[in-house]
Every structure is written in structure tokens, then in C-alpha cells.
């Protein structure tokens, strides 16, 4: 079994700042091709991906649309993150943290646990 914990959400102004947070517990990851993603999925749109990182803490990949304003980590426990900076009324969604063996970090596939997720709105 393993549980993930989002938290960090709320609310913020266009242009600012947020960290969101992925505590994982249960079985842990002890093989660097073991990956954690972070999704979003906006009212009536399709969840779409964000940022993946390896669980040994290398290998980064994220969205085009997201590209130099997020940064994903993750400490030398069991908590990854997402850094968002610069955020836009755009990236208001609920944003899931997920983990698991994908061939593609993309992609929804190969990702087996997730998160219930953690709402981020931001205003214009």
C-alpha cells in the first residue's frame, strides 16, 4: 500500500507564489526509475500533466506551460514538491500528486497511486 498526501493548496493572486507538497508513506521507492508526478485537472477540462521526478531525486521533466515558473523536488525523506511561481489564472485547478512506473513521465499511464488532490485558485 502506499498513500499520498497532497497539501499546500489555496488561494493567490495572479503573479505569486506557492509550494505544494506530496507526503508519501507506505512503500517506498527505493529504485531511481521510480517516478512522482504532479497532475492538474481544471472544471470541465482533461487532467493534464505538470512536472515528474525521479523518487532518487534526478531526472526532471515538466509541461511546456509550466516551464520555468514550476520546479519540482523532493527532500531525502518521503515529500516531494511543487514550487510555483509566476502563477497565472491558468494553472487554477486541482492538482494531484501520483507515483509509479511509467514509461513516459508524461503521461497518465503507468502512474497506479494517487493522491485525492489539492485545490489551487488564482485570481486576477
Known amino acids: 500500500q502506499v498513500q499520498l498526501v497532497e497539501s499546500g493548496g489555496g488561494l493567490v493572486q495572479a503573479g505569486g507564489s506557492l509550494r505544494l507538497s506530496c507526503a508519501a508513506s507506505?512503500?517506498?521507492?527505493?529504485?531511481?526509475?521510480?517516478?512522482m508526478g504532479w497532475f492538474r485537472q481544471a472544471p470541465g477540462k482533461e487532467r493534464e500533466f505538470v512536472a515528474a521526478?525521479?523518487?532518487?531525486?534526478?531526472?526532471t521533466s515538466y509541461a511546456d506551460s509550466v516551464k520555468g515558473r514550476f520546479t519540482i523536488s523532493k527532500d531525502n525523506k518521503n515529500t516531494v514538491y511543487l514550487q510555483m511561481n509566476s502563477l497565472k489564472p491558468e494553472d487554477t485547478a486541482v492538482y494531484y500528486c501520483?507515483?509509479?512506473?511509467?514509461?513516459?513521465?508524461?503521461?497518465?499511464?503507468?502512474?497506479?497511486?494517487w493522491g485525492r488532490g489539492t485545490q489551487v485558485t488564482i485570481s486576477s
Open positions: 507506505g512503500r517506498t521507492f527505493s529504485s531511481g526509475r521510480n517516478t
Open positions: 521526478i525521479r523518487w532518487s531525486g534526478g531526472g
Open positions: 501520483a507515483a509509479g512506473f511509467p514509461i513516459r513521465s508524461d503521461s497518465i499511464a503507468g502512474y497506479d497511486y
